[in-house]
């Protein structure tokens, strides 16, 4: 079974997927609490997730991101 910090990657990288969410919302939204701020970080430091520069800046998945949701989440 996975850890729970994975899941929330998980998590985040399908809340991120329809490449809808702006920079300024998607920091708002995970880093709202310790261990969100840390699944944010990883999944940066882990090339999962990429924005556009500045706070309107789309933020989206990685071909890597992509990647990995798509071993875990049912289409």
């Known amino acids: 079974m996975p850890d729970a910090h994975y899941s929330l990657t998980l998590q985040m990288l399908e809340w991120i997927a329809p490449g809808s969410h702006r920079y300024a919302e998607a920091v708002d939204v995970w880093k709202t609490t310790c261990p969100r701020f840390m699944i944010w970080e990883d999944a940066c430091a ?3 997730i990429d924005a556009q520069p500045g706070k309107d800046g789309v933020v989206s998945l990685t071909e890597r991101g992509i990647a990995l949701l ?5 289409v």
Request: aromatic share 0%.
């Open 46 to 48: 882990d090339g999962l």
């Open 70 to 74: 798509a071993q875990h989440v049912p």
